[in-house]
């Protein structure tokens, strides 16, 4: 089942390699962070990027406009009788890039070091979406046409929540009717190893704020009468996990599946090590959920973090301030079966029974996601597994994904169609974080990857002319 | 034994209201935030207006420059033989002034509304110290002596903890010998109820910067196996109190002294009204440690307060980042006989005894102050009784003051002499918030007071020519 990568596509990709370099920098030099008012402009600009890319590429493509980010379209419809349909979805949204100062090179300057393209969106996801682009154009440069007929989404608004894509699926689902969704947006379990993922958490984000006095107070004058809110938000929100770092928001684990033993098994096996994992991150030591293992806390257990806190005064030296209010970003990472909504119910009566008086609290469901769970068995599976080897030289290990691609549930729910997840990304890459980066070589042959893949989608899942 | 405010003294006062305003509000404007290296050169500046407003009261003035913010030294030594002298000691730094879109005028541009005078300063210090310049020059001015000698010493550094001002005492102890300290940097108990001060907390301020991984990682990639330095330090901070609100770091309460019951049925009988209370600092209800009034909350009882937290995302919407670090200001204010250095002790073990695997904790401890308790009784009490009669129409209340002058102890210490605490600042005034103001009426009755004060302890402490 070893296939290689045919000697066109092949020597296409070899020899139109800098250029097409140079295209991806160019992709990644726009800062188009969505969850931002000033760079709407920006993140318009990246889908026109995307919008031309598809038309050099040879695909017919048009804009549609949103309440937010705008969704690029692209297609191409004349594979030929019996030909299957995929639909190739990625995003062109990146995240915010603060802390600047702790970036070793500006994020939207696109700069490598030791094989790693650096930027914001490097892998998360414009240098994914980009490879997918670039397979396409190889295929219709070298022989005119391809083995599928594609239909290709990207959209400006997964980094805030993808808030207009459910909808826009919903409208044009007889347009988007598909065999497949493929998308790339995700890592691989190691450098050489390529994935193919069975499982993605999903999530519940909140922004608690807690208020007590009208403006702050002297600490002096007013502390140990006035329920200082800071000091509320800590107690709170150390209500959240107990002892064993185990969730502790009333029925929050009420719908989570357990994990088979062969699943698990099958996690022992793969090639980690805590140790490892542990100095990659510069953590201290690490930690989490009793009685799992690090794998299956990050793949297979549900989550609550802080993400970000914000109270009084947090400037150089000291002012004895009693503060007015006090916030925290709050989010839940998710798995099969929790739902958002429900979650974003339990936290609100949680924090509401823990709120101490003295203050008021409001809790602001800001986003979420549904978990995902694959079937990791038939043709497309295949050909997928086939197009790994092919590019990679080895067979894929299947994994789990922590991180959230909420419209994975959303387009199985509403095209009926079966996701494909296969991403390029590598442990490390800080897709939220400072000194993001894609590795070169997988981008490389993660366009390989990608042409491959259609040949063997086109053979397996055809019907025949 | 009600004085009336001498004529003369009264009329240069008032023939001379709009100068000594607008030589208030030139004062204020100056923006001394000793905290801010960015206003060092204003700093300066306010140090030098105090300098040249002394000198034109009449008395001999210098700067001495220290490792931080200058202090300004002013004497008046021609009282005449067997007349006693004073200390009168105030600050001409401020408090930073954010969040700024809280003011409702700018900081320091002094606005009069209502009868109050606005601006960062106002009260906390610099409009009370001003007012001991002009009650030197009254008398100064229209009888050409003062009933007693005076030194008259401002400092620039008491918002950042007066690092260098028990140095200068002890190495100035001989020029600065005196039979009292007088200092005006407190409040009044009430609007038209003078106060003198029995009591002041102390404090020990800390900063708690906790750090796991050495970047912000993604919260779905890491989260769940990777230590939340914002959760770690959230649930730090629940542990500094317990479910009564008391301070829970073990021997914190060893050297508190509890007040007896003369002190308490004292307290009990100033008119005083929680709800009054509650309502001004705009909480939903008040709080604090079980089994004690608000007043002994913030006059008797040591606390533990949050000043700021800070930790990754705190912008618009969303980001679902897993923070490197956490950062909170956490101070306690002290009573008698709690020592800051041993707090500070019992902070650093209580802390690293709950700090969980996974992150690494540093203490910093910015500044501290010891608390301080004044015997109600004596000559000085008297002349100040009698002063705040004369220039209010009734005998002042004896009250505690929740906040800190740490100076106070070291004049005692350090010079052996008894020190006043008689303040013209109202609740609610704003010290260290936005909307810092003095009351216009205060203002104007404490000049008279002062000058008063003088004739006073001229009479009451003098040993007769």
Known sequence: MTASVPADLDAYLTENNDRIHDELY????IPSVSARSEHKVDTARAAEWVLQSLRKAGLTAETHATS?????????????KGAPTVLIYGHYDVQPVEPLELWSSPPFEPTVRGGKIYARGAVDD??????????????????????????????????VGSDNLAGFIEKHAKEL??????????????????????????????????????????????????????????????????????????????????????????????????????EETGSPALGG????????????RPTCEVNGLLSGYTGEGAKTVLPAKAMAKVSCRLVPDQDPEEIGRLMQAH??????????????????????????????????????????????????????????????????????????GLPGENAHAPDEWLSDENFVKGMRAIAVLWEEIGTRLGTGS
């Open 26 to 29: 160019e992709f990644l030099r």
């Open 68 to 80: 937010g980010h705008p969704i690029v379209l692209g297609e191409w419809r004349t594979a030929g």
């Open 126 to 159: 414009k240098g994914q979406l980009f490879l997918h682009i670039k397979a396409l154009e190889a295929h219709i440069a070298t022989r005119g046409n391809l083995p599928v007929n594609i239909i290709f989404l990207a959209e400006g608004e997964e980094e």
């Open 177 to 278: 009717r598909t065999d497949a969704v493929v998308i790339s947006d995700s890592s691989m379990f190691a450098p050489g190893l390529p994935s193919l993922l069975f499982s993605l958490r999903g999530l519940a984000y909140f922004q608690v704020d807690v208020e007590g006095p009208k403006s702050d107070l002297h600490s002096g004058s007013y502390g140990g009468a006035v329920v200082n809110p800071a000091m509320a938000l800590a107690r709170m929100l150390a209500t959240l996990h107990d002892a064993d770092a185990r969730v502790a928001i009333p029925r929050f684990y009420d719908k989570v599946r357990e994990w088979g033993d062969v699943v698990r098994t099958q996690i022992r096996e793969l090639p980690f090590s805590d140790s490892e994992f542990r």
């Open 289 to 300: 959920e009793k009685g799992y293992s690090t794998l299956e806390r990050i793949w297979t």
């Open 351 to 424: 924090l509401d029974s823990v709120a101490p008086k003295g203050v008021t609290v409001k809790v602001m469901h800001l986003h979420g996601g549904r978990p995902w769970k694959a079937e990791p068995a038939g043709p497309l599976f295949d050909a997928a597994r086939a197009a790994l080897s092919a590019a990679f030289g080895r067979e894929p290990v299947l994994a789990g994904e922590g991180g959230s691609i909420p419209v994975v549930g959303d387009f199985e729910r509403i095209l009926g169609a079966p996701v494909l997840l296969m991403g390029f």
